[in-house]
């Protein structure tokens, strides 16, 4: 009886965070010592951000994409930081996805992006400039 209110407690606090927080961060670990979530948890507290531990079947509901085996760690906040840059440090953790206002980015998605300096300017939108350019060196 203690752990189905448990997991209700747990899914609805899944599901205040999915509608009050923009940028969710889902991690898969193994074998995380107690010293290491707590080194975690105060490099999140100085980012601003807030961390729940999650068996994967209660996820499942609100993330369908999830595949695979393990425990989750959903790191969530409302501010933007290089968070995936500050958590790489650890080898234990891996990144699934980051959900951003709806979207999904897979880590590998997210991994193209950040080797591309240039993902920020969209070509579609500088191309018609720098054909304007273009020309008007012509002339």
């Not at 209700?8 to 923009?22: D, G």
């Not at 105060?42 to 085996?69: A, R």
Request: no cysteine.
């Amino acid at each position: 009886m203690q752990n189905k209110f448990f997991k209700k407690y747990k899914i609805n606090q899944l599901q205040n965070i999915k509608q009050n927080y923009k940028y969710i961060y889902v991690f898969r670990y193994n074998d995380l010592i107690i010293n290491e979530i707590i080194l975690i948890k105060k490099k999140l507290k100085i980012l601003n951000y807030e961390s729940l531990i999650l068996k994967q079947n209660i996820t499942n509901n609100f993330f369908i994409n999830l595949k695979g085996q393990g425990p989750l760690l959903i790191i969530y906040g409302n501010e933007y930081s290089n968070l995936i840059k500050n958590i790489n440090n650890f080898k234990k953790i891996e990144l699934i996805f980051l959900v951003l206002e709806k979207n999904i980015y897979s880590n590998l998605k997210l991994k193209q992006i950040m080797t591309n300096s240039n993902s920020y300017l969209n070509i579609t939108l500088i191309r018609p400039f720098f054909n304007f350019l273009h020309y008007l060196r012509k002339i």
